[in-house]
């Protein structure tokens, strides 16, 4: 089978690529656009290592097909920073040490932003439950979900200030 | 070796800093395994054994190698024939025949999913295509997984040439028990008479997976004129270079291992399954091949650690005073020997000292993946027996369970059940800060119950490398060969400030690959900090020393007149009273008149780690109508000897408890009765997610290793020993059974609830 | 004489099942040699299998690591780790 031609916008930029019918849009951004912050940790939409944002929902890019992404409009961790400065999670996930190999860390983040895009004033409880499809196997969660809760705090205070 | 410094002096160790490769894995940019990229590359893929055990009649490639788009297909004829050969590569000695065989099936098939081909194709189609067209011709045999099934003399034989090793004499035939291993002292006998209270129990767990969420994976490539490069996410490099050097039959020299970041490992990345396999191919092919699994071939065909059957019992005097433990463990180690059991030995009754000991490991081949190292391995297998074995037994003599344990603690000066007499350990001061935790006063709620446990790891050094370069501007560069698995590369750069006087933002340290840096054995065994962290705190030393020759020149006196203080050097000539002190970057700025560039390297094999004590406080609330056992309250103290970067060390505690809490509650391999893993998938597998824990309230106690700079002590892995325990007794309070077979999953607990119901 | 003991019940087909000597030994490397003399093969062994307890105190290859006239030398199984 013949590849597909694909426009779409990919952190804000217009972007074209080729992919096969059945390549996933995970195998589109990371082998054609070679942007490799989505990691593939099961293939199946279990672990969330390869979150991201289509049009503002958050999705596992491993469960999408490439050619799906035709006139969407995709976000990854590597549009997260703005310019120079890291978005207040990425600074929050470093204060707190929430991250130790870091490959669920991009996964996360994505996640996370998502959650207080639409709820600014989180619960723990909903941290987590929000957070649950991501898994992470060196943390524990408990710094993760301390960083996500302070990132919030700070984010809220950004508003009222603004 | 420098005394251990006084906490008060130090600057950078024991500070919180952001790790110098944070903002690389929070914005993407860090290189994994499967990020690597080169043109030309070729997709390797495996062909693996759908039966549990086969012999291997024939295999037919060559319609595979006639697809277009094919560029090479191996199989074990393409691989040296190795003899059975101990060999040691980084850690623990491996056997390199099985080794070979497990990288790729020679006449047998010893589990589904054991490799028996590999190709390299132009793209995963095609690559899958050519998978399809092997022909693999096999005789299917009866299959064992069942640990003690496995050790009947009936049962299927493994390995025709595996006669057990430890026994008095040499056994007439083959079996599965590879090893018998015996651990005692006193007399067991006279011990249980003395004893006025027995208690006993046959406790089992399953085999489970490491669970590291980055897939192995790697890149390899070899030139025309031989030379190989690889760059693969593992935990050492080095290991990685030994390994395809012995497997491919190919000189150390030739080989060039580049470590990528590594997506978690916790002892499973401790050996090499695909690097030499997408060697061959590139060998073959000409072009650079990049292997990485799925995650299903993850679990069907890598990890996991042994599932057990644990037999103990104890007997104590009314007082408390354990006078008698037999202790027998029977691990698997899946296809080939060599499961944790020696390990599960040593560390089963380490933190207990009792006169009357018999312990009887067997290690057992099954038809089930080989099992790889998994966190402290082997311990928290035999702490789940003798911890809730213990816990009857604080039951039985009404008796606070921290009592129990302090009564008949291990102090320095007592000598271990494995042998050595103990120095400089924290474990009675470890379960004082459990006992004096508020957490351990709280009040339960309904359908709740509260456990203790404790575990112990040994810890190792080992050989290590580490350069300090210092830059013309007076920054720091510090080179290792350790893999940073959870931030070493944090108090690598610490403990370099520490010495050198510079703050940490001023000191980049970076893992090097095999050509750069001096040999260096895996990051593994919660060595790293404490054995590379002793070479980079002797390179920084000999900086030290550098440039105070060198300050000594400047001022044209001796360098006996010379201090260094607060990073700098300071003039004690009472003849030039006008010197001012000297930054480390004025003296960099000279370095070419005094003698050229400053660096110095140190390369070592440390001795003498410390070993680590944890107690864990763990409360669980029963669901019993679902049988849903949640975590509502934990607590882990561990002795840490000190904490060089306390952030990183709470999140090695928290997250062994967070494995061990899996472990105890959900994680298992499920094997059908064609010996097929049922649930090779995160869906099925479960390991904890976010919303199945509490905050886990990590404390850090601090007795110092008086033969680390600093003080450190190993700490990744005593944190996974105690939460099979710490979860399985509070289930035994909140529902007032023992629970002996793990996982206590809510079958399990359902089919409890409704027996004491009826 | 430095007191050597082995823990468990690894290496004692060597020593004819003796699990506690005394040898004449001022280094790992002398106390191997020795213990070699004394059980041919024993030395190889514990250098390949074991690791030395001195005093408490764990070195795994340490030839150069000194001991005590009244040292206890513990040998116990070569510990790797995850």
Same mark, same amino acid.
């Given at each position: 089978?013949?590849?597909?031609?694909?426009?779409?916008?990919?952190?804000?930029?217009?972007?074209?690529?080729?992919?096969?019918? +059945?390549?996933?849009?995970?195998?589109?951004?990371?082998?054609?656009?070679?942007?490799? +912050?989505?990691?593939?940790?099961? +293939?199946?939409?279990?672990?969330?290592?390869?979150?991201?944002?289509?049009?503002?929902?958050?999705?596992?890019?491993?469960?999408?097909?490439?050619?799906?992404?035709?006139?969407?409009?995709?976000?990854?961790?590597?549009?997260?920073?703005?310019?120079?400065?890291?978005?207040?999670?990425?600074?929050?996930?470093?204060?707190?040490?929430?991250?130790?190999?870091?490959?669920?860390?991009?996964?996360?983040?994505?996640?996370?932003?998502?959650?207080?895009?639409?709820?600014?004033?989180?619960?723990?409880?909903?941290?987590?439950?929000?957070?649950?499809?991501?898994?992470?196997?060196?943390?524990?969660?408990?710094?993760?979900?301390?960083?996500?809760?302070?990132?919030?705090?700070?984010?809220?205070?950004?508003?009222?200030?603004? | 070796?420098?005394?251990?410094?006084?906490?008060?002096?130090?600057?950078?160790?024991?500070?919180?800093?952001?790790?110098?490769?944070?903002?690389?894995?929070?914005?993407?940019?860090?290189?994994?395994?499967?990020?690597?990229?080169?043109?030309?590359?070729?997709?390797?893929?495996?062909?693996?054994?759908?039966?549990?055990?086969?012999?291997?009649?024939?295999?037919?490639?060559?319609?595979?190698?006639?697809?277009?788009?094919?560029?090479?297909?191996?199989?074990?004829?393409?691989?040296?024939?190795?003899?059975?050969?101990?060999?040691?590569?980084?850690?623990?000695?491996?056997?390199?025949?099985?080794?070979?065989?497990? &990288?790729?099936?020679?006449?047998?098939?010893?589990?589904?999913?054991?490799?028996?081909?590999?190709?390299?194709?132009?793209?995963?189609?095609?690559?899958?295509?050519?998978?399809?067209?092997?022909?693999?011709?096999?005789?299917?045999?009866?299959?064992?997984?069942?640990?003690?099934?496995?050790?009947?003399?009936?049962?299927?034989?493994?390995?025709?040439?595996?006669?057990?090793?430890?026994?008095?004499?040499?056994?007439?035939?083959?079996?599965?028990?590879?090893?018998?291993?015996?651990?005692?002292?006193?007399?067991?006998?006279?011990? !249980?008479?003395?004893?006025?209270?027995?208690?006993?129990?046959?406790?089992?767990?399953?085999?489970?997976?490491?669970?590291?969420?980055?897939?192995?994976?790697?890149?390899?490539?070899?030139?025309?004129?031989?030379?190989?490069?690889?760059?693969?996410?593992?935990?050492?490099?080095?290991?990685?270079?030994?390994?395809?050097?012995?497997?491919?039959?190919?000189?150390?020299?030739?080989?060039?291992?580049?470590?990528?970041?590594?997506?978690?490992?916790?002892?499973?990345?401790?050996?090499?399954?695909?690097?030499?396999?997408?060697?061959?191919?590139?060998?073959?092919?000409?072009?650079?091949?990049?292997?990485?699994?799925?995650?299903?071939?993850?679990?069907?065909?890598?990890?996991?650690?042994?599932?057990?059957?644990?037999?103990?019992?104890?007997?104590?005097?009314?007082?408390?005073?354990?006078?008698?433990?037999?202790?027998?463990?029977?691990?698997?180690?899946?296809? !080939?020997?060599?499961?944790?059991?020696?390990?599960?030995?040593?560390?089963?009754?380490?933190?207990?000292?009792?006169?009357?000991?018999?312990?009887?490991?067997?290690?057992?081949?099954?038809?089930?993946?080989?099992?790889?190292?998994?966190?402290?391995?082997?311990?928290?297998?035999?702490?789940?027996?003798?911890?809730?074995?213990?816990?009857?037994?604080?039951?039985?003599?009404?008796?606070?369970?921290?009592?129990?344990?302090?009564?008949?603690?291990?102090?320095?000066?007592?000598?271990?059940?494995?042998?050595?007499?103990?120095?400089?350990?924290?474990?009675?001061?470890?379960?004082?800060?459990?006992?004096?935790?508020?957490?351990?006063?709280?009040?339960?709620?309904?359908?709740?119950?509260?456990?203790?446990?404790?575990?112990?790891? !040994?810890?190792?050094?080992?050989?290590?490398?580490?350069?300090?370069?210092?830059?013309?501007?007076?920054?720091?560069?510090?080179?290792?060969?350790?893999?940073?698995?959870?931030?070493?590369?944090?108090?690598?750069?610490?403990?370099?400030?520490?010495?050198?006087?510079?703050?940490?933002?001023?000191?980049?340290?970076?893992?090097?690959?095999?050509?750069?840096?001096?040999?260096?054995?895996?990051?593994?065994?919660?060595?790293?900090?404490?054995?590379?962290?002793?070479?980079?705190?002797?390179?920084?030393?000999?900086?030290?020393?550098?440039?105070?020759?060198?300050?000594?020149?400047?001022?044209?006196?001796?360098?006996?007149?010379?201090?260094?203080?607060?990073?700098?050097?300071?003039?004690?000539?009472?003849?030039?009273?006008?010197?001012?002190?000297?930054?480390?970057?004025?003296?960099?700025?000279?370095?070419?008149?005094?003698?050229?560039?400053?660096?110095?390297?140190?390369?070592?094999?440390?001795?003498?780690?410390?070993?680590?004590?944890?107690?864990?406080? &763990?409360?669980?609330?029963?669901?019993?109508?679902?049988?849903?056992?949640?975590?509502?309250?934990?607590?882990?103290?561990?002795?840490?000897?000190?904490?060089?970067?306390?952030?990183?060390?709470?999140?090695?505690?928290?997250?062994?408890?967070?494995?061990?809490?899996?472990?105890?509650?959900?994680?298992?391999?499920?094997?059908?009765?064609?010996?097929?893993?049922?649930?090779?998938?995160?869906?099925?597998?479960?390991?904890?997610?976010?919303?199945?824990?509490?905050?886990?309230?990590?404390?850090?106690?601090?007795?110092?290793?008086?033969?680390?700079? !600093?003080?450190?002590?190993?700490?990744?892995?005593?944190?996974?020993?105690?939460?099979?325990?710490?979860?399985?007794?509070?289930?035994?309070?909140?529902?007032?059974?023992?629970?002996?077979?793990?996982?206590?999953?809510?079958?399990?607990?359902?089919?409890?609830?409704?027996?004491?119901?009826? | 004489?430095?007191?050597?003991?082995?823990?468990?019940?690894?290496?004692?087909?060597?020593?004819?099942?003796?699990?506690?000597?005394?040898?004449?030994?001022?280094?790992?490397?002398?106390?191997?040699?020795?213990?070699?003399?004394?059980?041919?093969?024993?030395?190889?062994?514990?250098?390949?299998?074991?690791?030395?307890?001195?005093?408490?105190?764990?070195?795994?290859?340490?030839?150069?690591?000194?001991?005590?006239?009244?040292?206890?030398?513990?040998?116990?199984?070569?510990?790797?780790?995850?």
């Amino acid at each position: 089978m013949s590849k597909r031609h694909i426009s779409t916008t990919v952190n804000g930029d217009a972007a074209e690529f080729l992919a096969e019918p +059945g390549a996933t849009l995970l195998d589109a951004l990371r082998d054609e656009l070679r942007l490799t +912050g989505a990691k593939e940790g099961c +293939g199946s939409g279990d672990c969330g290592a390869c979150s991201v944002m289509v049009d503002g929902r958050l999705v596992c890019a491993c469960l999408m097909l490439a050619p799906e992404a035709e006139g969407r409009r995709i976000e990854t961790i590597e549009g997260m920073a703005q310019g120079g400065r890291l978005h207040p999670l990425q600074q929050k996930f470093l204060e707190h040490a929430a991250l130790q190999c870091g490959f669920c860390t991009p996964g996360l983040l994505v996640a996370a932003k998502a959650l207080l895009d639409q709820n600014p004033d989180p619960s723990e409880t909903e941290v987590r439950y929000w957070l649950a499809g991501n898994l992470c196997r060196c943390t524990g969660y408990d710094k993760v979900i301390r960083a996500v809760m302070d990132a919030a705090a700070d984010l809220r205070q950004v508003r009222r200030a603004s | 070796m420098t005394d251990v410094m006084d906490r008060p002096a130090l600057k950078v160790v024991g500070t919180r800093p952001i790790r110098p490769d944070g903002v690389d894995k929070v914005t993407g940019r860090a290189q994994f395994g499967a990020d690597f990229h080169l043109p030309g590359m070729l997709v390797g893929k495996i062909k693996r054994s759908p039966h549990a055990h086969a012999r291997i009649v024939s295999i037919d490639t060559r319609k595979a190698r006639a697809l277009a788009g094919v560029k090479a297909v191996i199989t074990a004829a393409d691989l040296p024939d190795l003899a059975s050969q101990e060999y040691e590569a980084g850690e623990s000695a491996s056997n390199l025949r099985d080794l070979s065989q497990n &990288c790729m099936a020679r006449d047998k098939a010893l589990y589904q999913g054991h490799a028996l081909a590999a190709v390299a194709a132009v793209s995963a189609q095609v690559a899958d295509e050519a998978l399809d067209l092997i022909e693999v011709v096999y005789e299917v045999l009866p299959h064992v997984i069942d640990v003690e099934a496995a050790m009947e003399p009936s049962a299927p034989v493994l390995h025709a040439h595996l006669f057990t090793e430890g026994l008095a004499e040499r056994p007439a035939t083959a079996s599965n028990i590879a090893k018998v291993n015996r651990l005692g002292r006193g007399d067991l006998e006279a011990g !249980f008479g003395e004893a006025d209270v027995v208690v006993q129990g046959r406790y089992t767990t399953k085999a489970v997976h490491q669970g590291y969420i980055e897939p192995h994976a790697c890149v390899a490539q070899v030139s025309q004129d031989g030379q190989c490069q690889v760059w693969s996410s593992s935990q050492g490099q080095f290991m990685v270079r030994t390994y395809c050097a012995k497997i491919l039959g190919l000189e150390i020299a030739d080989i060039r291992v580049t470590p990528a970041e590594i997506g978690g490992g916790f002892g499973g990345k401790t050996t090499v399954y695909l690097e030499p396999l997408a060697l061959a191919l590139s060998r073959q092919s000409g072009h650079p091949v990049k292997m990485v699994m799925t995650r299903e071939e993850v679990f069907r065909a890598t990890g996991p650690t042994s599932g057990a059957v644990i037999e103990v019992k104890l007997g104590a005097k009314q007082d408390g005073t354990i006078v008698a433990a037999d202790v027998v463990l029977k691990y698997q180690a899946g296809a !080939f020997p060599g499961s944790p059991v020696g390990a599960g030995s040593m560390t089963a009754l380490a933190a207990y000292d009792i006169p009357n000991v018999a312990i009887t490991g067997y290690d057992v081949v099954t038809n089930s993946p080989k099992v790889a190292a998994y966190r402290a391995p082997g311990a928290p297998i035999s702490a789940f027996g003798v911890e809730s074995a213990i816990d009857d037994l604080a039951r039985e003599l009404g008796m606070d369970p921290i009592v129990l344990r302090e009564k008949n603690g291990v102090v320095s000066g007592v000598k271990a059940v494995y042998g050595p007499t103990y120095r400089d350990i924290g474990y009675l001061e470890t379960l004082k800060a459990i006992k004096d935790h508020p957490h351990y006063a709280a009040p339960l709620g309904p359908n709740q119950g509260r456990g203790v446990a404790v575990g112990f790891w !040994f810890n190792v050094g080992g050989e290590s490398t580490a350069a300090v370069h210092v830059n013309e501007d007076g920054s720091a560069v510090v080179v290792t060969g350790n893999p940073d698995i959870g931030g070493s590369r944090a108090s690598m750069a610490m403990m370099a400030a520490e010495v050198l006087g510079l703050p940490v933002e001023q000191v980049r340290p970076i893992v090097a690959d095999t050509a750069s840096i001096g040999f260096s054995m895996l990051t593994g065994g919660s060595r790293t900090t404490f054995a590379t962290g002793m070479a980079v705190t002797q390179a920084a030393g000999k900086i030290v020393e550098d440039v105070k020759r060198r300050a000594a020149l400047i001022w044209d006196t001796t360098v006996d007149k010379v201090a260094w203080e607060s990073g700098q050097a300071v003039c004690l000539d009472a003849t030039k009273s006008a010197v001012k002190p000297l930054t480390l970057a004025a003296i960099a700025a000279q370095a070419g008149r005094t003698g050229g560039p400053i660096s110095a390297e140190v390369s070592l094999n440390a001795q003498g780690a410390g070993p680590g004590f944890a107690v864990h406080l &763990c409360d669980v609330e029963i669901d019993r109508e679902t049988g849903h056992v949640t975590v509502v309250r934990y607590t882990a103290a561990q002795d840490v000897g000190r904490a060089i970067h306390p952030a990183y060390v709470e999140g090695q505690i928290q997250g062994g408890v967070a494995q061990g809490v899996g472990w105890a509650l959900n994680e298992e391999y499920i094997f059908d009765a064609d010996g097929q893993m049922e649930n090779a998938g995160f869906l099925d597998y479960r390991v904890p997610v976010a919303s199945d824990l509490p905050m886990i309230d990590a404390v850090l106690v601090e007795v110092p290793n008086p033969r680390h700079p !600093f003080g450190a002590k190993g700490v990744g892995e005593a944190p996974i020993v105690p939460p099979l325990a710490a979860v399985a007794n509070a289930v035994r309070d909140a529902l007032g059974v023992r629970m002996c077979d793990l996982p206590l999953s809510p079958p399990k607990i359902r089919a409890v609830v409704d027996g004491l119901a009826s | 004489m430095v007191h050597v003991v082995l823990a468990g019940a690894d290496g004692r087909e060597f020593t004819g099942g003796e699990g506690a000597f005394d040898v004449e030994a001022t280094s790992v490397r002398r106390l191997i040699l020795a213990l070699d003399q004394r059980f041919p093969g024993f030395g190889d062994y514990v250098e390949r299998r074991m690791a030395f307890a001195i005093d408490g105190v764990i070195h795994q290859d340490a030839y150069g690591a000194e001991l005590a006239p009244d040292s206890e030398v513990c040998l116990i199984p070569k510990i790797g780790g995850g």
